[in-house]
């Protein structure tokens, strides 16, 4: 269990903490020179049972509101400092509302100083504290009169405090490992130290371990849970883990040490945001922010999505816009601070980790964010499966929650396709309905077009209402060519009983082009080299061939340069055979070297591959289409910073 302190500054937190624990949490020269709590401090309370509670002490300035929010990652229960001569002070209320829209529901008011004023004034502080905790939505445990000075108050709040945590059913370890990283160091002999809080899931000594968001692989060496030498430390917990492989640069606040291959830094974070009831005006679109995430911050901007504003005391869908990424997971909390850091305006409460570059406030999406906005997760990838007419990723589904793929049977019926190297999932009812509308489409194309054996599937992708892409447009076509409800040649489909062919003059000149087309060795002729072969015009010769395009006889794969259906399927298994002896990508060489062919040739055809997804690029290199996405082996051999 952890308990984070809250209160004003000069409220006695720190001596209230030292009080019942014997730890002085100021740690730091500075600290104990001005009687000030700057950083951070951490304190044990042992119960009678052999539990071990943790204590975060957090800064009670204005000036290190930032390091107070750092301390509160995750929190079981809130200690709120009031001082009986001062009552509430603006950092009483700041720290309450901060607290509130981080997700802590249970408090205990601790009136400090108690020996100070007399009882009257004591149930006055006592009764305006309460109603601020109340007010925000926090269910106050007790309010116990203390004061370290006489004791008052100590042993009745040490044992409550006890009952507390022995009453607190221990959280199960659910989803990877999240450690939100609020200290690093060297210790001599041993390496790389860092301490949080575990947010989620466990770690054994030796489980692989990943610092987010700089991507760094590491092994966890040795444990400390609760400060204590351990094997295991788990969900709730207070731990200390020694880092293998790294240094003293390598991690710093802010970071997350995770389980690895879960999640993933993001830039766009989709989120409900809610606003103080306390801000004198509406929160805007596009205003600009801090954004607090476990113990770091970076800025950004907030992108509203059901509105131009949100009024105080009101929330709404929106989207984050970070300038440096955070590590989120489904249901993390954030805290708004104005673009001054002066004020906290309110808090969001993430829905998907990685929201969308474009689309974000589609009715489409808009419902998405709906659905997935449920504590049991397989209902949530139900109800999302269930809308998602154009398909669903499960593997960002589960990596926004923190999850492995095997979390949670995948409802059915469904239908698998690829999309961007990843396999996406879509209602059996759903991709139905698009087939559907894939034979219609087609066979309005051959009603209306004597001229031509079909449309192209870049042509049926658009002539289909929806929103559905070209890539789920083009998984319903394979799927129905597979089955022989369609056939295809070359980029055409059409249906298997069709039969439109060129006329006798076209055919004549057709077979006098493939033969010049499909050379025996070499690249074949690009445009004008073509046309002066067949004494023509290029400009005639390229409407000839885009009529022959249209009965599936050729394809352009570039602006002057067309293939027949054969040879783009030679070179696709060619390039095909190329990326699986070279996972580490290929470049254009290997490809002209391979299939015997001119420089340009081969850039014209990688393209074109890279447009049908045979192949995706990076810099100079193309890849298999399942890495898209994957790090790969040249991002693997620099240490991002």
Known sequence: MIIATAGHVDHGKTSLVAALTGVDTDRLAEEKRRGLTIDLGYAWLDLPSGRRAGFIDVPGHERFVRNMVAGLSRVDLGLLAVAADDGVMPQTSEHVAVLSLLGVRQMVIAITKADRVTGESIAHTAAAAEALTHGHGIDVRTVIATSVTDRRGLP???????????????????GGFRLAVDRSFIMKGAGLVVTGTVCAGEVSTGDPLAVLPAGLDTRARTLHGQARPAERAVTGERAAINLAGLGRNDVRRGDWIVTPQILAPSRRIDATVTILESERRAF???????????????????????????????????????????????????????????????????????????????????SHLKAVDRDDHEEALG?????????????????????????????????????????????????????GEVLDAVDGDHARRQDRLGPTARELHQLISGSADSVLVGAVIDDLCRRGTLTRRGVVVHRPERKVEPGAKDRALWDRTEAAIEVASGSPPSLHPLAATLETTPDDLRRFLERMAAFGLVVRIARNRYLTPRQITEAESAVRRLLRENPDGIGVGEVRDALGIGRNHAVDLLEYLDHSGVTWRRGMLRFAPELKGDPGPLSRMVRVP
């Not at 998602?388 to 469904?414: I, K, Q, V």
């Open 383 to 435: 109800a999302l499966i269930d809308i998602a007419a154009t398909g669903l990723d499960p593997a960002a589904f589960f990596s926004s929650r923190n999850l492995s793929p095997d979390a949670c049977p995948l409802p059915g019926p469904l239908r698998r396709f690829t999309r961007d190297g990843r396999e996406h999932v879509i209602h059996a009812r759903h991709w139905n309905d698009l087939a």
């Open 284 to 366: 805007s679109h596009w205003q600009a922010v801090h954004v607090h995430h476990g113990t770091g911050h970076v800025t950004g901007r907030v992108a509203l999505l059901e509105g131009p504003e949100i009024a105080p005391g009101g929330s709404g869908l929106a989207q984050l816009r970070l300038d440096a990424p955070l590590v989120p997971a489904w249901n993390d909390r954030l805290l708004l601070r104005d673009i001054s850091a002066r004020r906290t305006i309110g808090g969001a409460r993430v829905l998907d980790a990685a929201g969308p570059a474009r689309g974000r406030a589609r009715p489409e999406r808009l």
């Open 156 to 174: 009745e709040l040490r044992r409550y405090l006890e009952g507390a945590v022995e009453d607190l059913a221990e959280p199960a370890p659910e």
